[in-house]
């Protein structure tokens, strides 16, 4: 089945470690998102690639590093110098990266917890 | 950017029709409308999209007004497991992001048995 998979499901790490968030997509789509979900609210855009070695920041990014080294892979890396990393972070993938008509698909999320 | 505002919650009979509306009166003329919905720690689903026509697929049919200022969502026979938040958004360019989904707080759907 084709789709999208975030890894791990829930992650627990140490206040000042770096920690990096998988996320893989056998949909053969162009474009990757990254997206940060406070409880109670809607989600905010972290990073998004809509090519091979391209990114962009979104709304929130700093604190946070992408790559985009293959189509079908967009780890995210929460640094240490995100002031507040504890989130739902969820990723999304869509098949043209320059259209408004072209719906996101997302994963299930990883749930990170920092201490 | 258009925004838009639905219901903090509603609730529905199973087995009967949930309407969901929107309100969305800035769009402009080549903005989408966008229903997702997210079940408790999974992540949001797409459900349908329309520009101005009516849409309808397997899982939900989307009426958008003739002035486009507003729509509703309607699942035509809920189950228990449509109960989850709803989401409507308009998507259109911002910014050079032009696939940017901006969520706000959706509509709580509770389908009681």
């Known amino acids: 089945d084709g789709g999208i998979t975030q890894s791990p499901k829930y992650l627990f790490r140490k206040e000042g470690q770096n920690v990096t968030l998988s996320c893989e997509q056998n949909?053969?789509?162009?474009?990757m998102y990254w997206y940060r979900q406070d409880p109670g609210q809607g989600l905010r855009l972290i990073y998004y690639?809509?090519?091979?070695?391209?990114?962009q920041k979104g709304d929130i990014a700093e604190g946070y590093s992408v790559s985009r080294e293959k189509k079908e892979s967009f780890p995210l890396t929460v640094t240490s110098a995100q002031k507040n990393p504890t989130a739902f972070y969820l990723c999304?993938?869509?098949?043209?990266?320059?259209?408004?008509?072209?719906?996101?698909?997302f994963g299930n999320g990883t749930r990170l917890t920092v201490t | 950017d258009a925004k838009t505002t639905q219901p903090t919650s509603m609730d529905c009979a199973e087995g009967r029709a949930a309407n969901l509306p929107c309100n969305h009166s800035?769009?402009?003329?080549?903005?989408?409308v966008y229903w997702y919905r997210q079940i408790h720690s999974q992540g949001p689903q797409y459900i349908i999209h329309?520009?101005?026509n009516n849409e309808t697929n397997e899982m939900a049919s989307l009426i958008i007004t003739e002035d486009r200022k507003s729509s509703t969502l309607i699942l035509p026979h809920a189950t228990l497991r449509d109960t989850a938040v709803y989401y409507c958004?308009?998507?259109?360019?911002?910014?050079?992001?032009?696939?940017?989904?901006?969520f706000g707080t959706g509509t709580l759907l509770a389908v009681q048995p």
């Open positions: 999304a993938s869509s098949i043209n990266r320059g259209s408004y008509n072209s719906p996101l698909h």
């Open positions: 949909l053969n789509h162009d474009a």
């Open positions: 690639s809509q090519i091979v070695n391209d990114f």
């Open positions: 800035t769009i402009s003329g080549n903005e989408y």
């Open positions: 329309g520009l101005k």
């Open positions: 958004i308009v998507r259109g360019a911002h910014g050079g992001a032009t696939n940017k989904l901006i």
